[in-house]
């Protein structure tokens, strides 16, 4: 389709599908990712994607990461924000520093590059995606940062698509559990907590990329693509669920 896409963490898992998807769809991509091996192995084998290596955390280096982009791919028309790591949480001595750093990657790189892409993005009438995670609505302990940050996300989405529309739409995925490991299979225990019947992929991901891109009546939206996992509703000794003390 001829456009720009710029893509946070490309190298691995669901950025790297997302990457291929717009790829395959005749796009011209551009990707920044610290992992430098996995990253020039994904560039070596794929025409029309360029790779960025550098720490998304760094203001300067996502300046220099949009200035790339441009001089490679002459235009900017989607950005998507999918970079972020876990963290530990306040019962295991999670820092000050530690937690703003995980809000540097998953929520202030987000800001920043739809800050430095707006003007490309505006004037091809673009599309920002960003990733958050069904931990922006539940929680398990421990998970502070992290889930801060995917709750940022979702709320900086709604924000930027009042102040970037009519002419940018924006809107945020909310995965749940995507494999992105080597793993092939699941076993009943695992899969028992998702309606859908099965740990998610990253085509599963991506697949909501591209229709977000591809539709023109939804912004500002988060939508949750977990199988149905925050839907089921649990009571202990109904319908085989049981609570298992320490
Ligand atoms: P992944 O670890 O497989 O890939 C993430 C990529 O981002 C890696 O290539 C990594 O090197 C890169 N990266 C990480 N920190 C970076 C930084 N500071 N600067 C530049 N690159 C960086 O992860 P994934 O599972 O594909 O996750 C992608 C997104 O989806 C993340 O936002 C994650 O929070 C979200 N998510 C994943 C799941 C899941 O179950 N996999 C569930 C919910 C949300």
């Known amino acids: 389709m001829n456009r720009g896409v710029v893509v946070t963490g490309g190298a691995h898992g669901i950025g790297k599908q997302i990457c291929s998807d717009f790829i395959s769809a005749g796009d011209l991509v551009c990707f920044i990712d610290t992992d430098e091996t996995r990253s020039l192995d994904f560039v070596n084998q794929t025409p029309g994607l360029f790779y960025y290596n550098g720490d998304v955390a760094d203001p300067a280096v996502l300046k220099r990461f949009v200035e790339f982009a441009l001089d490679n791919l002459k235009r900017i028309d989607v950005l998507v924000n999918n970079a972020c790591r876990g963290?530990?949480?306040i019962l295991s001595?999670?820092?000050?520093?530690?937690?703003?750093h995980t809000l540097s990657i998953g929520l202030k790189a987000p800001f920043e590059l739809s800050r430095l892409c707006k003007d490309e993005l505006k004037k091809n009438r673009g599309r920002i995606i960003n990733i958050a995670s069904s931990r922006a609505f539940q929680s398990e302990p421990d998970t502070e940062a992290y889930t801060c940050?995917?709750?940022?996300?979702?709320?900086?989405?709604?924000?930027?698509?009042i102040s970037l529309g009519p002419e940018v739409l924006v809107n945020c995925i909310a995965p749940g559990w995507i494999n992105v490991t080597e793993q092939e299979e699941f076993g009943r225990e695992d899969v028992a907590a998702i309606?859908?019947?099965?740990?998610?992929?990253?085509?599963?991901i991506s697949k909501m990329v591209t229709f977000?891109?591809?539709?023109?009546?939804?912004?500002?939206e988060t939508i949750t693509v977990d199988g149905g996992m925050n839907k089921r509703m649990i009571y202990h000794g109904d319908w085989n669920w049981y609570f298992k003390p320490d």
Not at 93 to 100: C, I, R
Not at 195 to 204: H, I, L, M, N
């Open 87 to 89: 963290n530990k949480g």
């Open 195 to 204: 309606p859908a019947g099965k740990v998610g992929t990253p085509e599963d």
């Open 93 to 100: 001595g999670l820092t000050y520093e530690e937690f703003d």
């Open 212 to 220: 977000l891109c591809d539709q023109d009546f939804i912004t500002g």
């Open 149 to 161: 940050a995917k709750g940022g996300i979702v709320a900086l989405t709604h924000a930027l698509a």
